[in-house]
């Protein structure tokens, strides 16, 4: 079939560097980018980060309207998807309007998932996914202000970290007995609260909320073990729910997230989905979903390749990174491994630096840097080339892993 329209639903992420690779490798035919959101295509990551910390000079945009044009892009902003037909290749948009398309892709990402306690609350609670959320944070994490952080997840860590750096008192309220639980192993956590203790945040574990009111302009929240605690504002980042919506409503087969095989094609020939919305099997492996900037991106090119009729771009383990409280931390690989070794010194304050290395089955699978992000190169590799773990060369710091790798 000839390909002379694919139309993109989701203008973030996944949705612009699928433009950017369409055209890269060679689609000269009608693009469209449709988006809910009023802004261009714009960055994730530095919202919970600079756009808080530096809000005068943050950059977030990923593609400018010069840029746009110059690639031949009808971008759509504020007016998104509403209805899908597959078996007329139909998409219908909010005001309306009709697209027709011969491949389309559903890069919707996440909506934060909502936790109804606090949203009845209705004032002084909020969540960020979004530029408009990342501003009002701007304005609500004010020097003196008491910030209540709900999940000890990345987000959760990051907003502490910047709001703590605005001159709020910061609470995090983790309910689980270490934060990060979900993406990183516990030695790592363990060295997160330590630091952001030691910043001055009051970092609870194994803490959940028994019930919430606000009082006046107050948020009072009674907790599972009897404490009270009083906030001037309350922010949770519990995780997020794939926007599958229109996927459902298409009929096409959705588990949480939308199916896609390994080129990220959904269960219908002509949709396929990529970045957070979506779970891609791979091989043998039972289909995974993935948030991450990375692998927004890699799913883009997967699927531009494939509409293409190009070779995908080549797998690599998946990558992922977090700043706080002034530490970089980058991740590579399955964050499951069942051990995890220390190469370094975790212990020497503030300007730690050390790499922990993830082993299965004696196999090099896992590594994270901390302040360190000139090792990630060679630990990727070696993740990549599934090494074999040799402790006494692995963990020893005087010898240089470029060499290993
Ligand atoms: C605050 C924050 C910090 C982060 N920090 C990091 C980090 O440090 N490192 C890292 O690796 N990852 C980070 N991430 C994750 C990363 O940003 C996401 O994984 C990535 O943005 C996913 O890209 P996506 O295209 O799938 O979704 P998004 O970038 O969320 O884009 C989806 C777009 O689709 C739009 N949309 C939804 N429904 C419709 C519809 N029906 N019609 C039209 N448009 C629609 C949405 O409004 C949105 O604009 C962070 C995320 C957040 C929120």
Redesign the pocket.
């Known amino acids: 079939m000839s390909l002379s329209h694919i139309v993109i639903?989701?203008?973030?992420?996944?949705?612009a560097s699928a433009i950017l690779e369409l055209r890269a490798h060679g689609y000269e035919g009608k693009l469209t980018l449709?988006?809910?959101?009023p802004h261009l295509p714009y960055?994730?990551?530095p919202?919970?980060k600079e756009v808080i910390l530096t809000p005068d000079s943050a950059r977030v945009e990923i593609l400018s309207a010069e840029k746009l044009a110059a690639l031949k892009v009808t971008l759509i902003t504020g007016n998104?998807?509403?209805r899908l037909d597959p078996e007329a290749r139909l998409v219908e948009l909010e005001n309306g309007d009709t697209l027709g398309y011969d491949k389309l892709l559903l890069?919707?990402?996440?909506a934060p998932r909502r936790l109804p306690m606090l949203d009845s609350l209705a004032q002084q609670v909020y969540t960020?996914?979004?530029l408009e959320d990342?501003r009002k944070l701007i304005t609500v994490f004010t020097a003196e202000k008491s910030i209540v952080l709900v999940g000890g997840g990345?987000?959760g860590l990051?907003l502490a970290s910047s709001a703590s750096a605005r001159g709020c008192r910061v609470t995090v309220l983790e309910q689980e007995p270490m934060v990060m639980k979900r993406c990183a192993p516990a030695a790592l956590g363990e060295y997160l609260v330590g630091r952001h203790r030691a910043q001055g945040i009051d970092v609870r574990l194994s803490t959940g909320i028994h019930s919430a009111e606000l009082q006046g302009e107050e948020v009072h929240l009674l907790l599972e073990d009897g404490q009270t605690l009083v906030a001037d504002a309350v922010v949770y980042g519990i995780g997020i729910v794939p926007?599958v919506r229109?996927a459902i409503t298409a009929g096409l087969e959705v588990d949480g997230a939308i199916l896609v095989d390994e080129h990220c094609r959904s269960s219908h020939p002509d949709i396929y989905a990529?970045?957070?919305?979506a779970a891609r099997r791979n091989g043998a492996d039972r289909p995974r979903r993935i948030?991450?900037?990375?692998?927004?991106n890699h799913q883009a090119a997967i699927f531009a390749r494939h509409v293409l009729g190009q070779e995908p771009p080549p797998a690599r383990a998946p990558w992922?990174?977090?700043?706080q409280l002034g530490i970089n931390i980058q991740f590579v690989g399955d964050m499951a491994a069942a051990q995890w070794h220390l190469r370094g010194d975790m212990a020497s304050g503030t300007d730690s630096a050390f790499t922990l290395i993830g082993v299965s089955n004696g196999t090099l699978v896992a590594g994270i840097t901390v302040n360190q992000p000139r090792e990630m190169r060679n630990l990727r590799k070696m993740v990549d080339k599934r090494v074999c773990f040799q402790p006494e060369q692995h963990l020893d710091v005087t010898r240089d892993l470029r060499k290993l790798a």
């Open positions: 639903i989701g203008a973030g992420q996944a949705g449709v988006g809910d959101e960055e994730r990551p919202l919970s998104g998807a509403e890069a919707t990402g996440g960020l996914r979004n990342a990345v987000i990051e926007n229109l990529a970045g957070d919305v948030e991450s900037w990375e692998n927004a992922f990174w977090t700043d």
